[in-house]
């Protein structure tokens, strides 16, 4: 762990800058911390305001979902969750990649600590997010020295911080350039394959945090993690924004495959999904739709795609499951819509039917409700 | 019996021999008398059985070839290194035949047909054949009898001209022979097929004699050496070649062929153990052996089975023999440098060397000018002054606020007026002595340059300053990004007024940095302790 975790951890994955991946954080440094942030301890006078700060933004944060909270304190939740962000961050450390019993164990250590659960009201969801925002956007800087013809090639490589005085003495010798580059660790670097587990659990505690990346292939979206989330009308107002700064037509089409999953096979050993959840995930759907066609780029959704079969067949199956019942169809926006779902009926079926076929099962499961 | 010329045959005591006569051959007759196929040549005998014989003034007998008789083609080989070794024997060499041939027994044999020019010669080719193992006969056109030896000094005749069938006809003391020719082998390539020899304790970079050497250089480094050889004065001829290919399919590996009529010794480990370099030393006309090593033949001893208009080059395996037909047309390398490099390397060297020049500075310094009038431009105030500041800054009107920029250092805080500093009576005040250049009021720089010479010297202007606090100190360099307005950073000290803004912005207004992973050594680490207690 490292020796200042809240101002060498917490607060560059809350505010950016250089977070230190150190040893693994386990429970007992977990309880340790919140000792040390108890009002009968006085912690080092560098880490109380190490946790000032991260309170200040976290509430920053919050401010922008329209949440007006007090300062979020560092409880015991959080502090699990940092740790567990933390260990996962640590599964790419160079030191332990390559000892796989090393990091089997540190992921489940890291699934454990993330095993929160799902928020139990909006502030904790945005709590949650508030601490864990960034982690998507981490990176690793590498360095690197290239020196020789490309069949006698000399390399040197470092992925600390800054490059080494060795590196920097053979660049400056054969007046070769340090190449840098930023390897973002959730996207290009990743993570291996024990840690699903603990990805997952960090997921199911921070719902919005696998809501706001909808296009990450692995571990695929779960509307059953995402739910919890996209109910509080806040937050899935949000969500529904950030599809559209993503782009309405390939998130959506990640959402609704994710949706036939959900509605289909189920994922795992959760409980199948019900008539109500799946209505409400395609009435969410079709809300990104209706974001797209009033604020979003001014482009003809694809007849092809996953996204516009799930709107046609739900247009065919029960219409009342894309429109709001205070919307008038024959003039405005409601015409738009109206004439897109007609274009829709009539291209999508020839162009995908089998899709097409399975949006109206799920459709007509969710007209059931 | 007699012969035809009329001497008694020579009789021997009745013992079972092998008669090898034309009409009985291999047939054992037990008790019969042994008849020998040849007699020696009397003095003075003018007249032979066997055409083709004559005798010289001496009375040997001698026929126009030589025919050596070896079981096998490495006594071949051996007589060809005798032979070479012996003299020089052109008219031998001249009209030299390799001729494979199969004995009566179904043995292979190899027959060497060579001219006998004299009967001096003849001596060395019989001398070698015989050290090498092999049987020498002397004749004409198929008919060959043994060559003389010490049982007759003079040679021998046979008694009678066999009529049997076969290519060549060997006449010898007990048998006649009948031999057979399967086609005729190149000399030469026999000669080339031989591996080199490896000087023992020669020098591999010795060129020949008269230091002529031939190199051959791969064809990256061609032009090169033609460069150096031209810069350090060694007159050479070179050119290009491209090496036919054994198969249409097969790579052509060009070379470049140097031909230097004189190498100087300290040249010759070059030439010879550089990469991509090969040095050959001529061993005669048109043939070269690689340096270090020599080919099992005397080469130049036959001379006369190699072309003058090609040249081959003997190289150790695996390179082998380079034949170079026909020899290539070889070119002055001053001519075949490039014009650009040749021009290079014929400038004398002296007028392209740089001259350091000699160093002229004289430091720059401080001194105190009570003359200059002084116009303060900005104030260094130490940090213990800066509460005055703040509490004049809550005094100071809006355009006083605006004129003025501020850095904070260390140990001090700059503050520069844009035009005069007339409201801020604190700290040392600074002159500016050339465009972003600042020494205390009353002092002047030396030497007196020029302000915008000094400047561009200084590396002050639009994106630095240089102040120099005190006399005697070294000057500060302050990056222009720095200085700030002097309103800006005061009201930036205003946090809460910060703090109420901020928390009303979207949500990505906090992402500005971004997050980077430093990764702090691991070491050793325990797994246990970390779970839920």
Known sequence: MPRHFVSHFVLPMVKGGRLRVGRPVGWPAVARLLRAHDASHAPARRETWATAEVARLRQLCAAGFGVDAGPFPLDESSLRLAAAGHDLLLLGHPEIVGRPREQERVAKLAQELADLGPPADLCEAVARYSLLARLPDVVRVEHQVRVGPSWLRFELRATRGSPSAAMRALARLTSTPVASRRRGWWTEIGFPVCADGAIEALFRACP???????????????????????????????????????????????????????????????????????????????????LHQLFGANRELAAGSDF?????????????????????????????????????????????????????????????? | MRTSAGRPRDRVAPVPVVCLSRESSLAIRPKSTLILMIAPVAVGQVRFTLPGLAADARGVVSGRDMAARFATLDRVVWFLRLLSAAGDLDACWSGMRLIPVRSPLGLREMLLLLPAPSTEAADLVARAARTAGGQCATGAGRHFVEYRDGRASLGYDVGEVARGPGDFVFYTADKVLYCHAEGERSLVRLLLGLD???????????????????????????VR??????????????????????????????????????????????????????LYRPVTDGVAVAAGYRHPVNLAACRVLFREDRLLLLAPRPTGAILLDPAPALADISDLLPLPLLLAGEQPVASARPVRPKRLDVPLRLVYAPEVPTRAKAAYLPWSQVGWLRRLCQALPPTALRGHQVALLDDAVLVMADDELAVLPLGKLLDQAAPGVLVPAGMRLAPAVDPE????????????????????????RIPAAAMQPLDRRILAELTVEERALAAHSHPVAVREETVEIETDPLGPFSLWGLGRR
Not at chain 2, 461 to 476: I, K, R, Y
């Open chain 2, 453 to 476: 010479a000094l400047a561009r010297r200084l590396g002050t202007g639009e994106n630095s300053l240089l102040v120099f606090p005190e006399a005697g100190e070294p000057p500060l």
């Open chain 1, 308 to 369: 516009a079969a799930l709107l046609a067949a739900a247009a065919d199956v029960e219409p009342r499951l894309l429109w709001p019942p205070d919307i008038v169809r024959d003039r405005g926006p409601g015409l738009r819509f109206a004439r897109t779902l007609e274009r829709l009926r009539a291209e999508t079926p020839p162009c995908v039917p089998d899709r097409y076929r399975a949006m109206r099962t799920l459709c007509a499961l969710a007209a059931s409700f």
């Open chain 2, 225 to 278: 050496l033609c460069e150096y050889l031209c810069h350090v004065g060694v007159e050479a001829r070179a050119a290009p070649c491209e090496q036919a290919a054994e198969s249409a399919f097969g790579l052509h590996t060009g070379f470049w062929l140097f031909h230097i009529e004189n190498l100087p010794a300290r040249l010759s480990g070059l030439m010879s153990e550089t990469p991509g370099l090969a």
């Open chain 1, 208 to 290: 919005l945090l696998e809501a706001m990346d909808p296009m990450r292939l692995h571990p695929p979206l779960s509307w059953r993690r995402i739910l919890p989330a996209l109910r509080f009308p806040t937050l899935g107002r949000v969500v529904a924004g950030r599809m559209v700064e993503i782009g309405s037509e390939p998130a959506g089409s990640a959402l609704v495959m994710a949706l036939l999953r959900f509605g289909s096979a189920g994922e795992r050993d959760e409980a199948p999904a019900s008539g109500e959840e799946i209505a409400f995930a395609i009435r969410f759907v079709a809300h990104v739709h209706w």
């Open chain 2, 196 to 222: 080199l020899l490896r000087r023992p304790g020669g020098s591999p970079g010795t060129p020949g004699d008269d230091g002529v050497c031939y190199v051959t250089a791969r064809r990256g480094l061609g």
